[in-house]
């Protein structure tokens, strides 16, 4: 597609449930990475894939967070037992090349996630 | 670690007018790159601009301009001639560009900018 592609776009589950969180970067896009965002505040960031290879999931707050990007492509980003406090909007970002920092990271819509 | 401090919650100009947000960091790196985004009611993060530390020059882009100042740790955002469709929220972010270092972005909290008809 034309951009970061992220779905649901908006997600409401109850507390204890599992939630999964899908996106689909630029086709060709070596990184990608995982933000989460509190209301009012700015992204502060979760995990960094290049290609398949999770290199820094530093940013997972539990583990309770758990990403994957099996094919180097699509990435899930999965909460088990959700809590309140992981109601946020989830937002991913892709870059083109993995070991030159200085490509931009496009970024997807988000993923608004309330947790009841 | 690296920090990014956004003083100002909320800004407000007139259409066609000038302002500026203001952005500061906190590094021990000498080797950074420091960007300004728009996020729009739509959640999209849009990049505005982008300035390398090791430039002197301030980076511009059209009504958009920077005052980079690195001694200082200072990096404002500058917008001319204001737009409607400027309003949106701002964030100034940090990245380091050293090779093997993190890639990721280290946000501020955001300017909300308004622009008054």
């Known amino acids: 597609g034309a951009g970061v592609s992220q779905s649901p776009r908006y997600k409401v589950a109850k507390r204890g449930q599992d939630v999964a969180l899908r996106c689909d970067p630029i086709?060709?896009?070596?990184?990608l990475f995982w933000y989460q965002q509190a209301l009012g505040q700015g992204p502060e960031f979760l995990t960094y894939f290049q290609n398949e290879a999770q290199l820094d999931k530093s940013g997972l707050p539990s583990d309770r967070f758990f990403a994957e990007r099996p094919e180097g492509s699509v990435s899930t980003l999965k909460i088990q037992r959700t809590q309140q406090e992981d109601s946020a909007v989830y937002l991913c970002a892709s870059s083109l090349v993995g070991k030159v920092s200085n490509q931009p990271q496009h970024f997807g819509d988000g993923t608004r996630l309330s947790i009841l | 670690a690296q920090t990014v401090t956004q003083s100002q919650p909320e800004m407000s100009v007139q259409e066609a007018e000038t302002v500026t947000l203001s952005c500061t960091y906190d590094t021990s790196e000498s080797d950074y790159y420091l960007f300004w985004y728009k996020q729009p009611p739509s959640r999209q993060m849009i990049l505005v601009i982008r300035q390398e530390a090791y430039k002197q020059q301030n980076a511009t882009e059209n009504r958009f301009s920077v005052n980079f100042q690195k001694a200082a740790k200072s990096f404002s955002l500058k917008i001319s001639d204001s737009q409607l469709g400027d309003a949106a929220m701002y964030f100034c972010a940090y990245r380091s560009r050293h090779s093997g270092s993190a890639r990721q972005l280290t946000f501020g909290s955001g300017t909300q900018l308004t622009v008054l008809p």
């Open positions: 086709s060709g896009h070596v990184s």
